[in-house]
T-cell receptor, first 116, second 114 residues
Framework: AQSVTQPDIHITVSEGASLELRCNYS??????LFWYVQSPGQGLQLLLK????DTLVQGIKGFEAEFKRSQSSFNLRKPSVHWSDAAEYFC??????????????WGLGTSLAVNP | EAGVTQFPSHSVIEKGQTVTLRCDPI?????LYWYRRVMGKEIKFLLH????????ESGMPNNRFLAERTGGTYSTLKVQPAELEDSGVYFC????????????FGPGTRLTVT
């Protein structure tokens, strides 16, 4: 079955420190992969996506993610975290079936706190 | 360009009552999705509209949930009668016709059933 695992429920980092949020997926075909962020009181915002091509993808707000097929991973990184990055981060995989029905399958999310 | 909007932002109802959630997608987006996040669980797909037609409703929990999208514009999700386990955040998303995975999300409706 298709699934997404985010092993870290909660992470705390200091402002200016580097960040890596882990995401592992289980999907039979070539995956479409996404990272979304939800800031307090806001909707889910797409940070970046991977469909094909270069395995290192750049997103908004200085985030990047690397697709590693051998590890079934799509980890999110940022070299220097800002206090405004405190939010909940979701990894998702795009799924479609024989009926060409498409949907997103989500991880549990990682809540990021940033210490000043 | 206005984003996806959802109404209400919060709703608190008693078990057995009815609640209707509304979603207004981005203008021109044919695809509209409903997702739900129950506390402590992952976000789960509920259903997908293409214009006014239900493309995929495999995620709908049971027949207490009814979704409509009149005229292919806004959508409503009605829960009748509500149960305690229906509590959670209901997200709506929309995407253009040819970019199904480019989903833009609304802020969600937090539903609490007491």
């Amino acid at each position: 079955a298709q699934s997404v695992t985010q092993p870290d429920i909660h992470i705390t980092v200091s402002e200016g420190a580097s960040l890596e949020l882990r995401c592992n997926y289980s999907y039979g075909a070539t995956p479409y992969l996404f990272w979304y962020v939800q800031s307090p009181g806001q909707g889910l915002q797409l940070l970046l996506k991977y469909f094909s091509g270069d395995t290192l993808v750049q997103g908004i707000k200085g985030f990047e993610a690397e697709f590693k097929r051998s590890q079934s991973s799509f980890n999110l990184r940022k070299p220097s975290v800002h206090w405004s990055d405190a939010a909940e981060y979701f990894c998702a995989v795009g799924s479609y079936n024989a009926g060409n029905n498409r949907k997103l399958i989500w991880g549990l999310g990682t809540s990021l706190a940033v210490n000043p | 360009e206005a984003g996806v909007t959802q109404f209400p932002s919060h709703s608190v109802i008693e078990k057995g009552q009815t609640v209707t959630l509304r979603c207004d997608p981005i203008s021109g987006h044919d695809n509209l999705y409903w997702y739900r996040r129950v506390m402590g669980k992952e976000i789960k797909f509920l259903l997908h509209f293409v214009k006014e037609s239900k493309q995929d409703e495999s995620g709908m929990p049971n027949n207490r949930f009814l979704a409509e999208r009149t005229g292919g514009t806004y959508s409503t999700l009605k829960v009748q009668p509500a149960e305690l386990e229906d509590s959670g955040v209901y997200f709506c998303a929309s995407s253009p016709r040819q970019a199904t995975y480019e989903q833009y999300f609304g802020p969600g409706t937090r539903l609490t059933v007491t």
